[in-house]
T-cell receptor, first 111, second 112 residues
Framework: QQQVKQSPQSLIVQKGGISIINCAYE??????FPWYQQFPGKGPALLIA?????SEKKEGRFTISFNKSAKQFSLHIMDSQPGDSATYFC??????????FGQGTRLTINP | EAGVVQSPRYKIIEKKQPVAFWCNPI?????LYWYLQNLGQGPELLIR????????DSQLPKDRFSAERLKGVDSTLKIQPAELGDSAVYLC??????????FGPGTRLTVL
């Protein structure tokens, strides 16, 4: 029940396209859902996060869509750029407890 | 504002040797986390501190791993003795709110 399932494992998108990564969770006590971006040799960097009382949050080219009834949330990257090529992790937490991470998606943006 | 600082960045040791990792969190962040990240996977929590107190160490292999956070600031994670399977990246994160967690660059451990 602590798992967060992420798909796809890898994704290739053309420059200017929309990248979409999906996550599903089971624990309804989760109340915070962040997305992290990780470049090789670096630690995960917080990208954007959402609470379950909001269905969508947008920051620049990055949007989180949240479906509480389906227990799913997704990251959309609009106008994808080669610099967005990285591994993306969704995560979930309850209160100040540990983040439970998805398995990661390796995103490649072709120029 | 300086981020989370970790050292060393890389460590190569022989199996059965001891190793220690150090973390300096973002100033003012009371909550500190140590995560383990295996290649191609998401980080997994080892231990969480609230100030000096370890409030969640349920995933820490206590037969060989230990951690401390003296004075509620810096923290050290130790492995003794190291095994081949301990090769991974050890990440430190800190949080002010208990929600947003900010990660350091990690220490990449290779056990030969």
């Amino acid at each position: 029940q602590q798992q967060v399932k992420q798909s796809p494992q890898s994704l290739i998108v053309q420059k200017g396209g929309i990248s979409i990564i999906n996550c599903a969770y089971e624990n309804t006590a989760f109340d915070y859902f962040p997305w992290y971006q990780q470049f090789p040799g670096k630690g995960p960097a917080l990208l954007i996060a959402i609470r379950p009382d909001v269905s969508e949050k947008k920051e620049g080219r990055f949007t989180i869509s949240f479906n509480k009834s389906a227990k799913q949330f997704s990251l959309h990257i609009m106008d994808s750029q080669p610099g967005d090529s990285a591994t993306y992790f969704c995560a979930a937490s309850q209160g100040a407890q540990k983040l439970v991470f998805g398995q990661g998606t390796r995103l490649t943006i072709n120029p | 504002e300086a981020g989370v600082v970790q050292s060393p960045r890389y460590k190569i040791i022989e199996k059965k040797q001891p190793v220690a990792f150090w973390c300096n969190p973002i100033s003012g962040h009371n909550t500190l986390y140590w995560y383990l990240q295996n290649l191609g996977q998401g980080p997994e929590l080892l231990i969480r501190y609230e100030n000096e107190e370890a409030v969640d160490d349920s995933q820490l292999p206590k037969d060989r791993f230990s951690a401390e956070r003296l004075k509620g600031v810096d923290s050290t994670l130790k492995i003794q003795p190291a095994e081949l399977g301990d090769s991974a990246v050890y990440l430190c994160a800190s949080s002010l709110t208990g929600r947003e967690q900010f990660f350091g660059p990690g220490t990449r451990l290779t056990v030969l």
